[in-house]
């Protein structure tokens, strides 16, 4: 049986209180992308946006037993880098206006932007920012039920679409 594009991924599950492991969650993806991509900024890129969505899933999940879920897979032209976790209703409404905010206009004027803001706050709020500038990722996200899901779009450059599949 011949693997498709689709076929290729990762994906790994644990709850908040196993925090420690979103590093090697980082760790673990660089690996597998550069072994997959051959192309160490792609895979640095997909392994900070796996370890940026991690932590605000972790910090913002219901308990400190539910489930954080950190997929990628390959799909023809495109990386898709998924977090899911069940998140505190109270912070669903502030990830919406943060989310909106940071997609809004230029990704590196919107990451200046916050950076700028950070300095007077005690919150930094720069991760999904981040993941739109440094990443070049577009972003998406859905709520569902209580479950939160940020998705990181990473398109394959010329030379590396087709060559995994």
């Given at each position: 049986?011949?693997?498709?594009?689709?076929?290729?991924?990762?994906?790994?599950?644990?709850?908040?209180?196993?925090?420690?492991?979103?590093?090697?969650?980082?760790?673990?993806?660089?690996?597998?992308?550069?072994?997959?991509?051959?192309?160490?900024?792609?895979?640095?890129?997909?392994?900070m946006c796996a370890h940026e969505l991690?932590?605000?899933?972790?910090?913002?999940?219901?308990?400190?037993d539910s489930p954080v879920n950190c997929t990628m897979h390959i799909q023809?032209?495109?990386?898709?880098?998924?977090?899911?976790?069940?998140?505190?209703?109270?912070?669903?409404?502030?990830?919406?206006?943060?989310?909106?905010?940071?997609?809004?206009?230029?990704?590196?004027?919107?990451?200046?932007?916050?950076?700028?803001?950070?300095?007077?706050?005690?919150?930094?709020?720069?991760?999904?920012?981040?993941?739109?500038?440094?990443?070049?990722?577009?972003?998406?996200?859905?709520?569902?039920?209580?479950?939160?899901?940020?998705?990181?779009?990473?398109?394959?450059?010329?030379?590396?679409?087709?060559?995994?599949?």
């Amino acid at each position: 049986m011949a693997l498709t594009t689709t076929d290729i991924g990762a994906s790994i599950t644990f709850s908040p209180q196993w925090w420690h492991l979103i590093s090697s969650t980082r760790i673990f993806m660089a690996s597998f992308c550069g072994q997959s991509f051959g192309d160490s900024d792609l895979s640095d890129r997909i392994a900070m946006c796996a370890h940026e969505l991690l932590e605000n899933a972790v910090k913002y999940s219901v308990t400190q037993d539910s489930p954080v879920n950190c997929t990628m897979h390959i799909q023809h032209d495109r990386v898709l880098v998924t977090v899911e976790n069940h998140a505190d209703p109270s912070h669903l409404d502030v990830l919406r206006e943060e989310f909106d905010v940071v997609c809004q206009g230029d990704p590196m004027e919107m990451y200046i932007n916050k950076m700028s803001a950070s300095l007077e706050s005690d919150k930094s709020q720069l991760g999904l920012a981040r993941i739109r500038a440094e990443g070049e990722a577009e972003l998406k996200l859905s709520t569902e039920n209580g479950i939160v899901s940020v998705q990181a779009i990473f398109h394959l450059p010329d030379d590396l679409k087709g060559a995994v599949n």
